[in-house]
């Protein structure tokens, strides 16, 4: 090739080439939280109650007095028409709205993994990331407003896909008019030391290659996939030689990838073909590393997690259970819960269960104050058992004419003498 042409050439490349724009602002807060452990519905509720301005695109919401609050406020939300509510707006289209986000007076942005639902807040391992930047809420804003006007699955690109706030580069893209997929492998091919994911749904196989690769170049590379996920298009027989399978018996609903403890990538996006092609979807990727050291203590604690009993009491414990009433059972039986520690205790983010059924709690106790629970299940006379949780964590323990000793007759209650230690012989029996 000549060397005119070969300028030629360049030229033309250069002159085709569109760089990413880039504003900057001033530095703000990022908040992340980690649902259920965070009670991440909280931080969302004082979000609604300190803001004017409020548009939300959700994919579902069921939580009854998040509903209350919004509407309340006159916020003006979207849901995804198979979750339709009859309250807010909602369209039809054959993609879905798979967003979970909020902009709240033009300019404070929550986005991540988490459906506002009972199961998103209480049961489900989540995430929600909080920003506050007028750049991002453009971008939010006007993918609102597309999803208003019920066009789902396509639109305009993000405005300000990159943003400086202060030191820190934020990225934010939308499915699939930005690629999402595309945003991903970029980040993934740069990583140089480790690659740390959580994913609902993954059959993506450009990108499960991807990370097989780097697992092969000698990179530390970690995953944790949904069990429920699992299928015949599911990545995860060509990712389970690094990867485990998550151990909440609900739902692990993260769809996080960490690139060498300093970038993360969150948002609705799972990495399957759906998500980056029909459904409308968003991610947003953040580059800094304090930042992803949260997401990666998330990741451990999930990776590492332990069903296991503690030795000593925590804030909260059993202290009194009826477990055989005289006569019939039948709206007899109960538990009291007491709070040793030295705050009031939300009792929405507590379970009782005997291993079998789940029975979550709700209300509020205060410091050395107790509370009568009549579980949802009926409590076993023999080879019975409680363990109390708080979220996914055991507390407390007790068991009964089985695995432990105790022996209350009919009508005689199990009560706690210990409050310390976990163990047959902090509990003593006693007649009603």
């Keep these: 090739m000549r060397l005119s042409h070969f300028l030629l050439?360049?030229?033309?490349?250069?002159?085709?080439?569109?760089?990413?724009?880039?504003?900057?602002?001033?530095?703000?807060q990022i908040d992340i939280y980690f649902c259920p452990h965070d009670m991440c519905l909280e931080h969302m509720l004082s979000l609604i109650d300190n803001s004017t301005e409020i548009k939300c695109a959700f994919y579902d919401l069921d939580i009854p007095e998040l509903i209350e609050e919004l509407r309340k406020k006159n916020a003006d939300v979207v849901i995804e028409d198979s979750n339709a509510l009859e309250y807010f707006h909602?369209?039809?289209?054959?993609?879905?709205?798979?967003?979970?986000?909020?902009?709240f007076d033009n300019e404070i942005i929550l986005s991540g993994s988490m459906n506002p639902t009972d199961r998103g807040n209480y049961y489900n391992n989540n995430n929600i990331v909080i920003l506050r930047s007028k750049y991002l809420a453009e971008n939010f804003l006007a993918e609102f407003d597309e999803l208003k006007n019920n066009i789902y699955g396509k639109g305009d690109k993000a405005r300000n896909p990159v943003v400086n706030v202060g030191d820190i580069t934020i990225e934010n893209y939308f499915c699939p008019e930005d690629n999402c997929k595309l945003q991903v492998i970029n980040e993934l091919k740069a990583a140089n030391k480790s690659v740390y994911f959580m994913t609902f749904s993954f059959t993506d196989e450009d990108i499960g290659n991807?990370?097989?690769?780097?697992?092969?170049?000698?990179l530390d590379v970690?995953?944790?996939?949904?069990?429920?996920?699992i299928s015949q298009y599911s990545r995860y027989e060509d990712l389970k030689e690094f990867s485990i399978i998550d151990k909440n018996k609900y739902t692990m609903h993260h769809k996080v990838f960490i690139?060498?403890?300093?970038t993360v990538i969150t948002g609705s996006y799972n990495p399957t073909k759906n998500a980056n092609e029909k459904?409308?979807?968003?991610?947003?990727?953040?580059?800094?590393?304090?930042?992803?050291?949260?997401?990666?203590?998330?990741?451990?604690?999930?990776?590492?997690?332990?069903?296991?009993?503690?030795?000593?009491?925590?804030?909260?414990?059993?202290?009194?259970?009826?477990?055989?009433?005289?006569?019939?059972?039948?709206?007899?039986?109960y538990?009291?819960?007491?709070?040793?520690?030295?705050?009031?205790?939300?009792?929405?983010?507590?379970?009782?269960?005997?291993?079998?059924?789940?029975?979550?709690?709700?209300?509020?106790?205060?410091?050395?104050?107790?509370?009568v629970?009549?579980?949802?299940?009926?409590?076993?006379?023999?080879?019975?058992?409680?363990?109390?949780?708080?979220?996914?964590?055991?507390?407390d323990f007790v068991a009964w004419e089985g695995l432990w000793g105790l022996e209350a007759e009919a009508g005689e209650e199990l009560v706690r003498a210990d409050n310390e230690n976990i163990a047959e012989a902090s509990w003593s029996i006693a007649k009603v």
């Design 279 to 333: 459904n409308d979807e968003n991610i947003i990727i953040i580059h800094d590393k304090e930042i992803a050291l949260k997401f990666v203590e998330e990741f451990s604690r999930l990776f590492n997690f332990q069903d296991n009993i503690p030795e000593k009491t925590s804030e909260l414990v059993m202290s009194r259970i009826l477990y055989d009433a005289e006569g019939s059972d039948t709206d007899k039986e």
């Design 335 to 371: 538990v009291e819960v007491k709070n040793i520690g030295d705050k009031e205790i939300n009792l929405d983010y507590y379970f009782l269960t005997d291993n079998k059924t789940n029975s979550r709690l709700s209300g509020k106790v205060y410091v050395n104050e107790t509370v």
């Design 222 to 229: 970690k995953g944790i996939l949904e069990e429920k996920q």
């Design 259 to 262: 690139i060498d403890n300093e």
């Design 90 to 103: 909602t369209g039809y289209s054959a993609a879905l709205m798979h967003n979970k986000f909020c902009v």
């Design 9 to 28: 050439v360049i030229f033309l490349i250069l002159c085709s080439y569109t760089p990413i724009s880039q504003v900057k602002e001033a530095p703000s």
């Design 210 to 218: 991807l990370l097989w690769n780097k697992n092969y170049l000698g």
């Design 373 to 395: 629970i009549k579980p949802s299940f009926s409590l076993k006379n023999s080879n019975g058992m409680l363990i109390l949780k708080h979220n996914h964590d055991i507390i």
